[in-house]
Structures are given as structure tokens and as C-alpha cells.
């Protein structure tokens, strides 16, 4: 069973920056399979796709309210995905999840994504 362990999130002032990062372990097959995928969610609003990556081709996309901002990548050898946040604003603060898609839709659609961590709280804050 995947499993993903999401860490880096905190209190950060306006215009700072955080790195987040998405652990992943219990795979079925080879981590070289998926599409890892950051959403986040803010209270009263419905979860974003912001961003991400497949694990083979590297391939990436972003959702138009972080591109510019938002850079995700991948380390292959720690099985991790990475979502570095520059230029935080307090319309960034959020729970935010990082997911797998073992189908690799390449969507930021939640509804392609069935594993889920369990969320870190990006709090974005003078």
C-alpha cells in the first residue's frame, strides 16, 4: 500500500518562501510509475490542483495561481517530490496534500488521485 508522508509546512511571513516535501514508500511497483501531485485546501473553499510531476519523464504542470511562484521537482533516489513556494501570500495559506496518480492522467484533478497523505498546514502570515 503507497504511502505518503507530507512534511515542511509552518508559519511563514508575506513574500517569504517554504519548501514542502512528499515521502513516498509501500509501493506496489517501482517508484518510476507515477504522477505525484500537490492540492491544497483552504477553510471554506474546495481542494486546488497546484502543481505536478511525473516521476518518469519528469514532465510538470502548474495551476495558473502558483506558476511563477511554485517550483516542483523530484528526487528518484529518495522517492520524495519536492514543491518549493516563493513569494507566499497570505492567499496561499492552506492544508496542502500531496497525492499519487498511478494511472498518469497528467490532470490537477483530485478525482485521478487515490493516494493521499494526510496534509501539512502552509499558514502564510504577518
Known amino acids: 500500500q503507497l504511502q505518503l508522508v507530507e512534511s515542511g509546512g509552518g508559519l511563514v511571513q508575506p513574500g517569504g518562501s517554504l519548501r514542502l516535501s512528499c515521502a513516498a514508500s509501500g509501493f506496489t511497483w517501482g517508484w518510476d510509475y507515477w504522477t505525484i501531485g500537490w492540492f491544497r485546501q483552504a477553510p471554506g473553499k474546495e481542494r486546488e490542483g497546484i502543481s505536478y510531476i511525473n516521476t518518469h519523464d519528469g514532465s510538470t504542470n502548474y495551476a495558473d495561481s502558483v506558476k511563477g511562484r511554485f517550483t516542483i521537482s523530484r528526487d528518484n533516489a529518495k522517492n520524495t517530490v519536492y514543491l518549493q513556494m516563493n513569494s507566499l501570500q497570505p492567499e496561499d495559506t492552506a492544508i496542502y496534500y500531496c497525492?499519487?496518480?498511478?494511472?498518469?492522467?497528467?490532470?490537477?484533478?483530485?478525482?485521478?488521485?487515490?493516494?493521499w497523505g494526510q496534509g501539512t498546514q502552509v499558514t502564510v502570515s504577518s
Open positions: 497525492a499519487a496518480d498511478p494511472t498518469n492522467q497528467y490532470i490537477l484533478d483530485a478525482i485521478a488521485y487515490d493516494h
